[in-house]
């Protein structure tokens, strides 16, 4: 396979295949986050939710992991109906940016690669990512959008990224090794153009 | 779990359901942007009750909303103002300016002051209000209309294909789910109650592998299916679901359009023509008394920093 440029590796290929994957990818999202949680504090679940990004990220790019996290948080918010909360949408779409980042350092998990290294930008990636999405994003969004105490939101957002990164280190890096390895059995056989 | 869901995915028969796609979506666009902006009782309450007219026009199925709206009051309202009165007592005094103290621990560590009652209240307002819009948007318009109102909007058609897309499959992920874990519980994976935090977690992980597996192995029979159609081929595409304009969507598209240009106005009037010197309205403070509480005073985080570099 021809080698991607960093911009195409970030961005993601726009093709039929990557919608469909991320509107499934969303509504699964979607699905998980109402029905698939566990409750820790108000406004967060401990979810299983947070591990489709990471496969998203892993098969199509950061790019599609973060539309397929906000428009599934959006969904989310509408079939559970508690009401629209963008502040989170938008927080959890930077933080699956970042946690989908996958293919840009050299995670190809769709050709079998990942290994110890890759394992451990990951956590880096995940660790950063959480942290920057619920520490300043949806905080400052929250009082920018509903005037919540920031206080409050604060704490929710601290509960909220370590049940997060709880759930995407010790899911995500048996699951990324799990889809690796069968990936690894079929990269024998090639497609045609 | 079907009666669960709120969302349609056939028009009903009432006057709202009527409208075409794009009047709704821009009508939920300027309502949320209307109710983000303004952080004022005085507005939020006759929006919300606009909004409680618009679904009780639709004649809903109640129980799904009771339990939601049950739902969120006592997670969010009840549980986060606990948290409110632990963390910040003084939320008060940073969101009207002014502090009337009406009970207050021995310590003086705790208390509850009218103001920090009303910001409760106030809050309480905004996030009903913002429910009840969710709510009507979501009980009205069904996933190709919102699909097509998105498009109409200016957004890109492949982004509101996946939108529509991912309304569409999710009937089928929830009975994929539904049988995994039937099958899964079958085999003696204890997935409720009995069950500890850490093993229940354990097991809903177990669940999430062929759920994920079926569901990304339908990717390439939807998207062949959809290039086989012609799909992407052209810049533009029309929806079989945005219907032409009738005079009931010329009626509510002039009424929004009213709404936003009474947003713009109030909030020209309330930052610069009669601004209120504190951030939220309070019938208990006087404009005169009230004091700025600078970002550093009220959050924690910045208290302390602040404390560590005095050190």
Known sequence: ?????????????????TIVAVAIGAALFGVLMCYGGIPVTTNTNLTTAMIIPVVVGAFFGPLPALVAAGVGNVIADLIGGWGMWFDWSIGNGVAAFFVGLLPVYGAYVTEGVFNWKHAIIYAICVVVGNGLAFGVITPLFTTLFYGGDLNVTFI???????????VELVVGIPLMFILAARSKSRTNLKEEE | MNN??????????????QLSGFTKVFLFIIMTV???????????????????????????N??????????????????????LFV?????????????????????????????????VFAVFIKRTVSFFSVMAFALATTPSEFASGLNKCGLPYKVC???????????DIANDFVDIRNSMMM???????????????????????????????????????????????????????????TRADQLVRGLTIALGVLTIGYLIWSKVIDPWPAKIWCPFSDPSLIRQVSLEESFFLFRWLKQLFNH
């Open chain 2, 4 to 17: 669960r869901f709120v969302i349609n995915y056939t028009p009903g028969p009432t006057y709202l359901h």
């Open chain 2, 187 to 245: 085999r003696g994976v204890e997935l409720g109650k009995k069950a500890s935090l850490g093993k229940r977690l354990k097991n809903n992980v177990t669940l999430l592998v062929p759920l994920i597996m079926s569901s990304f192995g339908k990717v390439t029979n939807i998207a062949n299916a959809m290039d086989l159609r012609g799909y992407g081929k052209n810049k533009k595409r029309t929806w079989y679901a945005e219907k032409e304009p």
């Open chain 2, 62 to 83: 109640w129980k799904p909303i009771i339990f939601m709206f049950l739902f969120t009051f006592f997670t969010v309202t009840v549980i986060g103002n606990i948290m």
């Open chain 1, 1 to 17: 396979m021809a080698e991607k440029s960093l911009g195409q590796k970030l961005l993601g290929v726009w093709n039929t295949k």
């Open chain 2, 161 to 171: 294909t996946i939108i529509s897309l991912a309304y569409r499959t999710i009937p």
């Open chain 2, 34 to 60: 209307a109710i983000i902006a303004t952080y004022d009782v005085r507005i939020l309450i006759p929006l919300g009750l606009i909004n409680l007219a618009e679904i009780i026009s639709m004649k809903p």
């Open chain 2, 87 to 119: 963390v910040s007592p003084d939320a008060g005094l940073n969101n009207c300016g002014t502090e009337t103290i009406i009970w207050a621990s021995a310590s003086g560590r705790f208390y509850i002051s009218k103001e920090w009652l009303w910001y």
């Open chain 1, 156 to 166: 929710q957002a601290i509960a909220g990224s370590i049940s997060n990164i709880a």
